[in-house]
């Protein structure tokens, strides 16, 4: 299926790499399959799963490949041995399509060439997705709710997606993808089933690689390396750190970072400028997530020194965070933001010494 069937712009989809709903390989994360696998022999699946872990990692492939699973048993069938449907099936041609009748997915909606795609998902549209559980599945079996992902579910969405699980109709099943299971509605939380999934090792996310094909299993062997190394276990991630510009930033701040406390604002100046250009939005994105990664890794680095010598860090990682919001919502200039987080880290790093 080609990209602009279902839409060139659709806000979970990395650029150049299948949808999770297209997506039939599955590496990693063998207990969780097994749990839905247990769960449909015993004929005791549980209605509602609450799917977390780091963004990237495969809870939506898994959602997808559990949805494939159960609209593909026949009510008069016995249950499936594992989670693999062929893509040549028709549950996965309409899946793929989003064309199921028994399937709803609640996502932020793509974007079109007249309108950008939207920041959550309103309660409108779960309203008219769940209006399918409202009556019995045309041939008898599950219907299924896909929820990608619950961070962009507003209050008002968030409390029409609990009523249905509150009173769930028969045979009904709602995968909720979560990246911050945490910040949900407690009672979202409780009627849920927690499946947390961990991290993939260097080794399941380069086979995911290997398996998407040209152009991301012909990369160069130093590059793919160093994404598996900054990856931490995401899929998405090590994809999109699969580029030569962005290792190299991610060089140069980090280069900045080590020489803390004694570098210097005319090294820092030039990194400044280039991430106060309108067109350079990811790149200074990027910058924020690599110190916040840098602090983290020399706060855990340091942990022998104790919570009053660590502080200094916390605390500026947090007014870090707090400015960098600011300049999102002021739209402000970045440079003596940037140049402001690079004196407030040599503070802190010299009263943590």
Known sequence: ?????????????????????????????????AAFIEGLRSGRLHHAWLIGGPQ?????TLAYRVARAVLGISP?????????????????????????PNLAVLRRA???????????????????A??????TAADGGYRVCIVDSAEDLTIASANALL???????PRSLFLIVSHAPQRLLPTIRSRCRRLQLRPLDSTSVRAVLESLGPPWGEMPPDVVDQALQLGEGSVRRTLELLDTDKVALIGQVTRLLDLLPRAETRQILPLAEALARKDAEDDYELMLETVQRWVSERLHA????????????????????????????????RRPFILTLFDDLADAVRRAA
């Open 1 to 33: 299926m080609s990209r602009d069937m279902i839409g060139s712009d659709e806000p979970d989809r990395v650029d150049g790499a299948p949808h999770p709903r297209e997506q039939f390989a599955f590496f990693g994360h063998e207990e969780g399959a």
């Open 56 to 60: 990237g990692i495969g809870k939506a």
């Open 76 to 100: 008069a069938g016995s249950p499936p041995a594992n989670l693999d449907v062929p893509p040549e099936a028709s549950v996965s041609r309409q899946i793929a399509a989003l064309s199921h």
């Open 110 to 128: 793509p974007g079109t060439d007249k309108k950008a795609a939207s920041a959550t998902i309103p309660v409108d549209a779960v309203r008219r």
């Open 130 to 135: 769940l209006a399918t559980f409202a009556s």
């Open 163 to 169: 009523k249905v699980i509150e009173e769930p109709p």
């Open 302 to 333: 340091q942990a022998g020194l104790g919570a009053q010598r660590l502080a200094p860090l916390v605390e500026v990682c947090e007014k870090i965070g707090r400015s960098a919001r600011e300049i999102d919502v002021f739209n402000l200039d």
